[in-house]
Nanobody
Framework: QVQLVESGGGSVQAGGSLRLSCAAS?????MGWFRQAPGKEREGVVS????????YYADSVKGRFTISQDNAKNTVYLQMNNLKPEDTAMYYC??????????????????WGQGTQVTVSS
């Protein structure tokens, strides 16, 4: 069992920034962030192979969001810049032990945090 504790989130205006944090116990090979907006399916935002910093971003956030990690703290961060109203969603930290070489497929994450709300107003 993997425990994930998220923090961060909140409300900002379009163009603003937020940072999410997720502490994992234990730390797994793959960590990621997902989001779910009202009435929409959950979607993968970014994943990271914690053993080598290999990352994968959804097209919708490339160039605006950055995932990073602090292995000593078993924590991943999601820096979100230039936020848009369409980024409004509940954001979930996720963990997985499944990887394909250095990549972490979105559809194999099985451990989830409680979620943190991000609201971007125009």
């Amino acid at each position: 069992q993997v425990q994930l504790v998220e923090s961060g989130g909140g409300s900002v205006q379009a163009g603003g920034s937020l940072r999410l944090s997720c502490a994992a116990s234990p730390y797994t090979d793959c960590m990621g962030w997902f989001r779910q907006a009202p009435g929409k399916e959950r979607e993968g935002v970014v994943s990271i192979y914690t053993g080598g910093d290999s990352t994968y971003y959804a097209d919708s956030v490339k160039g605006r969001f950055t995932i990073s990690q602090d292995n000593a703290k078993n924590t991943v961060y999601l820096q979100m810049n230039n936020l848009k109203p369409e980024d409004t969603a509940m954001y979930y930290c996720a963990a997985s032990s499944y990887r394909v070489w250095l990549s972490c497929p979105f559809d194999h994450f099985s451990y989830w945090g409680q979620g943190t709300q991000v609201t971007v107003s125009s």
